[in-house]
């Protein structure tokens, strides 16, 4: 896949660009390229268009079962094309059905770099009006192998960024993802801020919507909100909702918790939103991690509200999920509960979600982490 130019003023330093040359995969290569390689296998053009409609519109992961192709390509392509770059290295599941792979993908030139993709089966209670929602799962996938911006609760903060993921290597997440049950609903919140790496994120979120039929309305790409880049991309149609992670409404306190944003007022990270929205059409969700005796205070809440108060948004209030060795901990029920009463006394539309899959390495990034510093 050949991603658009990016339009972000400054690349990732070389050791975190994605690795130049593209592998020689199904999901990894151009049109044409690929139409290429079943030449030389002896087969048609068209063939290449029907085995990558196989794997993104069907979801068959093994050629044998594609038996739309003539059965000698099958075997020739199992031994010469594989479909992944990556590999499944981990797998846990919770009680409630959330289940977390590992994978593994190449490293430029060393080792190879791990991402986690979550997917979480609708609640059986939720949305019963939207039977898509229903049958459906939430994938949550990642854009960067570890990340830079360095918030002192997450996990994949921790590790600091091994590199940008190709958009081949996004794509494929959303692949493995549909194999372990239907999606509903993705959301771009896994490791990596997304617009640090927006062209291989935006070449591969046209595939999952254009061959693999996830609307634009059921995707949201999650990011701390840099302002200027916020501007450049967005469109007049998008394809994806946008959050916001605000964390809290005081500067001081912001620059500690979203340390890469340091320096940028969150008044205009929150005036990009009110952009974003008059441009698209499309309300921002505001994504707000509570941590117990940090920002989950009733005066939080109220300065929320005050910045918020007349704007077209929604915050997303998230329980902090603990990490190992973190000093944060998560809020107790009452808690929470108060602090989404202030907004809404205020006129503030505030959801609470409670993170999925708790007793299954459920804080995001924590498989990771956990491999990482057992190497
Ligand atoms: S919370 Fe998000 S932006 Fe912050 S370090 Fe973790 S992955 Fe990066």
């Not at 940008?164 to 509903?184: M, P, T, W």
């Not at 329980?319 to 929470?336: D, F, I, K, L, T």
Request: net charge neutral.
């Amino acid at each position: 896949m050949n991603p658009p130019s990016d339009p972000r003023p400054e690349v990732a330093p070389a050791d975190e660009a994605v690795p130049s040359v593209a592998p020689r995969t199904l999901l990894a290569l151009a049109p044409d390229e690929l139409a290429r390689v079943f030449v030389e296998l002896g087969a048609k053009p068209f063939h290449a268009r029907i085995a990558r409609e196989n794997v993104l519109a069907k979801g068959l992961l093994e050629y044998a079962a594609m038996t739309s192709l003539p059965a000698s390509l099958r075997a020739d392509l199992e031994r010469e094309l594989p479909i992944f770059a990556g590999r499944e290295i981990g797998c846990s599941s919770a009680p409630d059905r959330t289940t977390k792979l590992l994978i593994e993908f190449p490293r430029a030139n060393a080792r190879e770099v791990s991402v986690e993709v979550v997917h979480m089966p609708s609640l059986a209670l939720a949305a019963e009006d939207d039977e898509t929602e229903r049958n459906g799962a939430t994938l949550c996938v990642s854009t960067q192998a570890g990340c830079p911006i360095g918030c002192p609760f997450c996990a994949s903060g921790q590790l600091g960024l091994a590199r940008n993921l190709a958009a081949h290597e996004i794509l494929e997440q959303y692949v493995r993802g549909q194999s372990l049950g239907r999606l509903a609903r993705s959301v771009v919140m896994g490791m990596g801020e997304p617009l640090l790496n927006f062209a291989n994120l935006s070449a591969a979120l046209d595939a999952v919507h254009d061959e693999m039929g996830l609307g634009s309305r059921r995707v949201t790409v999650s990011t701390v909100g840099f302002p200027e880049r916020l501007r450049k991309i967005a469109p007049s149609r998008p394809r994806f909702q946008l959050a916001i992670s605000l964390h809290t409404p005081d500067q001081e306190q912001r620059d500690e918790l979203v340390p890469a944003m340091r320096g940028t007022p969150i008044d205009e990270v929150l005036a990009a939103g009110d952009d974003w929205f008059e441009k698209t059409g499309r309300e921002v969700t505001y994504e707000y991690v509570l941590l117990a005796g940090t920002n989950d205070t009733q005066g939080h809440a109220r300065r929320v509200s005050a910045r918020l108060r007349g704007r077209r948004c929604t915050v997303n209030l998230i329980p902090y999920n603990p990490v190992e060795e973190s000093p944060y901990r998560r809020p107790e029920g009452q808690a929470v509960e108060g602090f989404r009463r202030v907004l809404l006394e205020e006129r503030v539309v505030a959801t609470v979600r409670w993170s999925r899959g708790v007793d299954s390495d459920a804080a995001c990034g924590q498989l990771r982490l956990r491999r990482e510093r057992s190497r």
